[in-house]
Every structure is written in structure tokens, then in C-alpha cells.
């Protein structure tokens, strides 16, 4: 069954760094997301991506997260000043749009710890 | 706004119990609903789900029934496993030009106990 990777599974950073979390999402979907659970609260929604260009974001995504679709099958999120706030397990996920209610398909995460 | 409560953990039952997790919803419209399961180490997968009223969502012996009346979307399995020791994500998605967007609840871990 496809399934959407993410790499890589552990990321450690220094406060005030730049990472770059990347997803390969299943071939054929058409939406793309991004989540991000810290630890011991729930799961939240940062953004979603459509046809190129951010649908919808959450008040979390602000100026130092940006999204990218640089070719056909990746789909990248980017913090640009890591904030120690910013630890977290980052899950991409993608669906296939075919209605509005077609579920999401989640990686295994990416765990960011920022130091 | 959108909101999921779902109960607390974690809950530790022994193989072959009946196992109930409770999740209710608060939603404008006609939300879709779904119980996703994180096995030790992995992402989330989706388990079940269900698009209207009334509809029954099932999986793996697992079952909930969308109840409108009582905005309730809980989780059943007849007898457990050792094997279903994992956390259960309930989520309310709303769907539109945005996509699915889902709202989860706080996730119950659930200990199957030979």
C-alpha cells in the first residue's frame, strides 16, 4: 500500500538554526499538510497545501515556518529560527481530494529537538 | 470552533476484554469523523471512519457509530489483543476547498496486558 515517508526520523538543531523537514507524499494525492504534536498535547494542524499554494494556515504558522513543493514529489516545511517551543513531532500527510471528506494519510514523523 | 474530547488514559485492560473509548465532538455543519491508531514508534494510521449520521465505521473488529443526537463518535472492540496496545486518536474533519482539515482529540493509550 503507498504510504507517505518522511525524512528524517530524528532531527536535533540549535536554537536559532535553520531545518528543513522533508515528506514525500503518496503519488497521486493532492492535498498536503503538515501537523505537529509537542509532547503530551494533542495533535494540531499547521497548514495545508493546494495546486501550489497554502489553502489554509493555522495562527502557529507564522513567518518562520514557510512550505515548499520544489518538484513532483516532495513536500518540504521549513523553520527558518528555530525556537526551543519549537520541539515537537512534525507529521506531513496527504489525501486524494477525491471528496471533502477523504481522509489523511500521515508519515511516521519527524522528532525535532531544538536545543 | 471545532473541538474533540475524547477520554484520558491510559487504559489498561486484559486480552480478550471489551474495550470502549469515549470521544465526543463540538462542530459547526455536518463534520466527518475518524479514530486513528498509533502503533509504538509510527505515525498514524487511519482505523476507521465515518461521513454522515448513523453511519458505522469498522476495521479490524473495531466499530463506532457517528451519533449526531449526542455529537458522539465512540470506539468499540468486542475483545482485545495484545497487539492493539497503541494510542486512538478520535478526529473531526472539515472538509472544503482546503482540503480535509481535522481537529484531534488528546489521544487515549490503551495497555492490552496478556
Known amino acids: 500500500e503507498p504510504e507517505v515517508t518522511q525524512t528524517p526520523s530524528h532531527q536535533v538543531t540549535q536554537m536559532g538554526q535553520e531545518v528543513i523537514l522533508r515528506c514525500v507524499p503518496i503519488s497521486n494525492h493532492l492535498y498536503f499538510y503538515w501537523y505537529r504534536q509537542i509532547l503530551g498535547q494533542k495533535v494540531e494542524f499547521l497548514v495545508s497545501?493546494?495546486?501550489?499554494?497554502?489553502?489554509?494556515k493555522s495562527e502557529i504558522f507564522d513567518d518562520q515556518f514557510s512550505v515548499e513543493r520544489p518538484d513532483g514529489s516532495n513536500f518540504t516545511l521549513k523553520i527558518r529560527s528555530t525556537k526551543l517551543e519549537d520541539s515537537a513531532m512534525y507529521f506531513c500527510?496527504?489525501?486524494?481530494?477525491?471528496?471533502?471528506?477523504?481522509?489523511?494519510?500521515f508519515g511516521n514523523g519527524t522528532r525535532l529537538t531544538v536545543t | 470552533g471545532n473541538s474533540v474530547t475524547q477520554m484520558e488514559g491510559p487504559v489498561t485492560l486484559s486480552e480478550e476484554a471489551f474495550l470502549t473509548i469515549n470521544c465526543t465532538y463540538t462542530a459547526t455543519g455536518y463534520p466527518s469523523l475518524f479514530w486513528y491508531v498509533q502503533y509504538p514508534g509510527e505515525g498514524l494510521q487511519l482505523l476507521l471512519k465515518a461521513t454522515k449520521a448513523d453511519d458505522k465505521g469498522s476495521n479490524k473488529g473495531f466499530e463506532a457509530t457517528y451519533r449526531k443526537e449526542t455529537t458522539s463518535f465512540h470506539l468499540e472492540k468486542g475483545s482485545v489483543q495484545v497487539s492493539d496496545s497503541a494510542v486512538y486518536f478520535c478526529?473531526?474533519?472539515?472538509?472544503?476547498?482546503?482540503?480535509?482539515?481535522?481537529?484531534f482529540g488528546g489521544g487515549t493509550r490503551v495497555l492490552v496486558k496478556p
Open positions: 500527510a496527504s489525501s486524494d481530494g477525491q471528496s471533502y471528506n477523504s481522509p489523511l494519510h
Open positions: 497545501f493546494y495546486n501550489n499554494e497554502i489553502s489554509e
Open positions: 478526529a473531526l474533519g472539515r472538509g472544503g476547498a482546503a482540503g480535509n482539515k481535522l481537529t
